[in-house]
């Protein structure tokens, strides 16, 4: 945009440059814009000379202004990139919480779990031995009864007895079956009592891997987050030195350019104030005698196409006239 205004506002040496020195001198109303120069001075200085360094000096400010706001937004990426690495942070912080808590929530549920099971069975076994228990005093009251009521006899076989003994011994195989079985059950529950505790050890280990691989994603994802964040702090960086080196190249340039025109202006002698109106006047003249060449040309010009176009009409007039006698008499001789 400075450029762009910079060169709209300094004519070529080709141009007039004498009427923009006087119509249009850039600086020539504002004496000093630097305010560490003498104004006193700078007053005392020719107007092409104090727009030179007004010039400079606008150059120099905007140069200024264009590093003061590269360095703010780079502090503003900065404070954004520290930002994002403590929210990082932050939520690493807060999943790793989260996965501590979850598997200690596991890890106590499993256990309340695995003594539910053991009460569960001590319930059933103690159930079972009390009913067992309840069977056999059960069984030894009614042989203790058939022993009282049976009547001693000789030498020979006591059928009531042996049938008494016959089912004391049935009795007692049944309560070794069913000890047996209650053993099977018991073997039973606490297989799959192993196979529970076996399993919450395997989720607790895929949990434990999944926390950890999650933990490894984040840290990829941060440390691919950090090379970006750098990545682009070097490239502002580069920008910015380019931005720069254009910038003083650019300045350098229109010092020059400024320099050989105040040179040359110098030697023509722009300082004669009459030499300067002489040329203005010599230029007015020339600029009106033009324009009223330029009259002169175009009202002949007119003047011309006039004549023609009269001329052209009254031709057309003349044929439609013979042409309205042609058709009168070929209509009389018919």
């Not at 596991?106 to 779990?113: E, I, T």
């Not at 049976?150 to 016959?166: A, C, D, E, G, W």
Request: charged letters at 35%.
């Amino acid at each position: 945009m400075l450029q762009k205004e910079f060169v709209s506002k300094s004519p070529s040496i080709d141009e007039d440059r004498d009427v923009h020195l006087v119509f249009n001198p850039i600086g020539a109303t504002e004496i000093s814009l630097n305010p560490q120069l003498d104004p006193v001075q700078m007053r005392m200085l020719p107007v092409e000379q104090r727009r030179i360094l007004n010039e400079q000096y606008r150059c120099k400010r905007a140069q200024e202004e264009q590093i003061n706001a590269i360095l703010r937004a780079k502090m503003i990426y900065e404070a954004t990139v520290e930002s994002t690495t403590a929210l990082i942070e932050r939520q690493k912080l807060r999943s790793e919480v989260l996965i501590n808590q979850q598997s200690r929530n596991d890890s106590q549920l499993s256990a309340k779990a695995s003594e539910l099971e053991i009460q569960r069975a001590e319930k059933i076994q103690q159930m079972q031995l009390a009913q067992a228990k309840a069977e056999q005093a059960h069984i030894q009251q009614l042989v203790a009864q058939k022993q009282r009521s049976v009547v001693p006899q000789s030498n020979k076989n006591h059928p009531p007895v042996s049938r008494l003994v016959k089912q004391a011994t049935a009795l007692v195989n049944n309560k070794q079956k069913r000890a047996h079985k209650i053993e099977q059950r018991e073997n039973a529950l606490k297989n799959q009592q192993i196979e529970y505790l076996l399993k919450l050890k395997t989720q607790e280990a895929n949990q434990k891997k999944q926390s950890d691989e999650l933990i490894q994603q984040q840290k990829q994802q941060n440390a691919t987050k950090t090379r970006r964040t750098v990545l682009f702090g070097e490239k502002m960086d580069e920008l910015h030195f380019k931005t720069e080196e254009k910038r003083e190249k650019q300045l350098k340039t229109e010092s020059i350019k400024l320099k050989e025109k105040y040179e040359k202006e110098k030697e023509i002698g722009f300082d004669s104030k009459q030499a300067q109106k002489d040329r203005i006047r010599q230029i007015t003249e020339l600029k009106s005698q033009m324009r009223k060449e330029n009259n002169a040309k175009y009202q002949e010009q007119l003047k011309n196409d006039f004549e023609v176009e009269t001329k052209r009409q009254q031709q057309q007039e003349a044929r439609k006239i013979i042409e309205t006698q042609r058709i009168i008499q070929r209509l009389k001789s018919e």
